[in-house]
């Protein structure tokens, strides 16, 4: 009878260490897919796009960047560039450009060679000025066109960078 009890123990020993090796083995490759993916990453971080808070705060960065970068003073047309940059940020097109940037940041992330993360949109400028082009055309040539706009500048986290 003794040793009917010792395997039933060892059996549940078991059955309980597999259990954690499996659920250990599903987190990683979880982590592996959604954090450690950067093609995966950019994804969800465009899916997050559909927040219209998000939507807002990127609206506000791309424009404070705008007017920050431009030639000609454009604080008075501030609220139409806004308003175009909102609902720019709404669009396939942004969110491809986003989707483009978000890799690009994770990959240098995961890689370590960079200080600084920098969140930049390529070209966004130059969509905000075709935007812009419809309503109205003077204010559309003060923007500059080719600019790049950067959304996010931080240091990563220091269990990234060690």
Do not use: C, W
């Not at 890689?111 to 204010?139: C, W």
Request: no cysteine.
């Amino acid at each position: 009878m003794a040793v009917g009890k010792g395997r039933s123990a060892a059996s549940l020993v078991l059955a309980i260490l597999a259990s954690v090796a499996l659920l250990g083995a599903l987190a990683t490759d979880y982590a592996s897919r959604a954090l450690f993916d950067s093609d995966n990453f950019a994804n969800r971080a465009a899916v997050a796009l559909e927040d219209d808070a998000l939507d807002a705060e990127i609206g506000r960065r791309v424009t404070d960047d705008l007017i920050l970068n431009a030639e000609r003073n454009l604080i008075g047309a501030r609220p139409v560039i806004e308003q175009v940059v909102s609902s720019v940020v709404g669009t396939g097109a942004f969110q491809s450009l986003f989707r483009g940037a978000v890799r690009d940041v994770h990959r240098s992330i995961f890689s370590g060679d960079q200080n600084t993360v920098t969140l930049t949109i390529a070209d966004l400028g130059a969509t905000i000025r075709g935007a812009v082009q419809a309503i109205n055309p003077k204010l559309a040539k003060k923007i500059p066109g080719g600019s790049d706009i950067e959304v996010l500048q931080s240091d990563p986290p220091d269990v990234l960078v060690d």
